[in-house]
T-cell receptor
Framework: DSGVTQTPKHLITATGQRVTLRCSPR?????VYWYQQSLDQGLQFLIQ???????AKGNILERFSAQQFPDLHSELNLSSLELGDSALYFC????????????FGEGSRLTVL | DAKTTQPTSMDCAEGRAANLPCNHS???????VYWYRQIHSQGPQYIIH???NNETNEMASLIITEDRKSSTLILPHATLRDTAVYYC????????????FGTGTRLKVLA
């Protein structure tokens, strides 16, 4: 158990819909990272937050947005969903912003029909 | 952040040492080398990291060349449960905060 909690574990929805994925980092970790992993693909970095502020942005679509709240949990919002958005979405946390290992959650599997 | 190059796949016999190479020829002096692995579709798991000295923990050993342009992750006695995708990442101070995973090496441990 990494200490990072992601909900929901599985989600099935239709094209055009909007979903929210939630991540609770390990106790004491200030950084949260979001990654997308499509079937048999590598991990694509989406975005990173540190103590509520956005610190780095990767290949995140404009239809996607994220935020980190004062209690340090984070949410990833995916809107106008398309079939190609079906993927595993991982959240990871770390203590700092640059160095230090990442601890990953078990992921949220999104299926768009 | 420096880029890394890893072989796409490797096989290793169970009980033997698995040596996974990584090339990071553009690494800068303040960048660390990290290794993670991902088993099936589970969340990636941290293995080890180092700056310039060789490192060892309960999971693996990390050997970094003197010029720091390459490194090798060693699993001393591979088991079937070590079958996974192994990612080598270079990151550190002065970077852009992005924690980029490449395509990794798919290690298959054979019985």
């Amino acid at each position: 158990d990494s200490g990072v909690t992601q909900t929901p574990k599985h989600l099935i929805t239709a094209t055009g819909q909007r979903v929210t994925l939630r991540c609770s980092p390990r106790s004491g970790d200030l950084s949260v990272y979001w990654y997308q992993q499509s079937l048999d693909q590598g991990l694509q970095f989406l975005i990173q937050y540190y103590n509520g502020e956005e610190r780095a942005k990767g290949n995140i679509l404009e239809r996607f947005s994220a935020q980190q709240f004062p209690d340090l949990h984070s949410e990833l919002n995916l809107s106008s969903l398309e079939l190609g958005d079906s993927a595993l979405y991982f959240c990871a946390s770390s203590v700092g912003t640059v160095t230090g290992e990442l601890f990953f959650g078990e992921g949220s599997r999104l299926t768009v029909l | 952040d420096a880029k890394t190059t890893q072989p796409t796949s490797m096989d290793c016999a169970e009980g033997r040492a698995a040596n996974l190479p990584c090339n990071h020829s553009t690494i800068s002096g303040n960048e660390y080398v990290y290794w993670y692995r991902q088993i099936h579709s589970q969340g990636p798991q941290y293995i080890i990291h180092g700056l310039k000295n060789n490192e060892t923990n309960e999971m693996a050993s990390l050997i970094i060349t003197e010029d720091r342009k390459s490194s090798t992750l060693i699993l001393p006695h591979a088991t079937l449960r070590d079958t996974a995708v192994y990612y080598c990442i270079v990151r550190g101070n002065g970077g852009t905060y992005k924690y980029i995973f490449g395509t990794g090496t798919r290690l298959k441990v054979l019985a």
